[in-house]
């Protein structure tokens, strides 16, 4: 197994959302590699947990990734949090065009969605779980 295109990854991943027009205009610069202190925006998208698993063969080092895609939003209902959710979506899934600094995107999938009230927060959150195929060539 190969851990090593793990950042190359995530990377790849965070560089395609802050550019994606779709994602860029329902919460402009608000997406996190990790949400920032003290206030925050009323709706963001953050990078979430991540799972790897070997998927090398005799030929080439390789995992998939597991990883959660999570967005969050304090405005009532949950239409604003699953109109973010479908962009992201949209600009993840079945996405072969990523660009790794290491390595080489295999493929990229959405495999599931799970919404939820936060309510002592009183938030919305939707975590977009992704799968994507790697190989560290």
Do not use: C
Request: glycine share 8%; aromatic share 6%; hydrophobic share 45%.
């Amino acid at each position: 197994m190969s851990y090593g295109v793990a950042l190359a990854l995530q990377a790849a991943v965070y560089q395609h959302l802050v550019a994606d027009a779709a994602v860029v205009a329902l919460v402009g610069s608000s997406v996190f590699d990790e949400v920032p202190s003290g206030s925050v925006p009323s709706t963001y998208v953050t990078l979430g947990p991540e799972i790897a698993l070997d998927r090398s063969d005799k030929s080439t080092s390789g995992a998939e990734h597991r990883f959660t895609i999570s967005v969050v939003t304090d405005v009532a209902g949950f239409g604003t949090a699953k109109s973010v959710g479908v962009a992201v979506s949209d600009a993840l899934h079945n996405n072969q065009g990523l660009v790794l600094a290491r390595g080489h995107l295999v493929m990229l999938q959405f495999e599931r969605a799970t919404a939820s009230r936060e309510q002592a927060a009183n938030l919305r959150r939707i975590d977009l779980r992704f799968r994507a195929r790697v190989e560290d060539i």
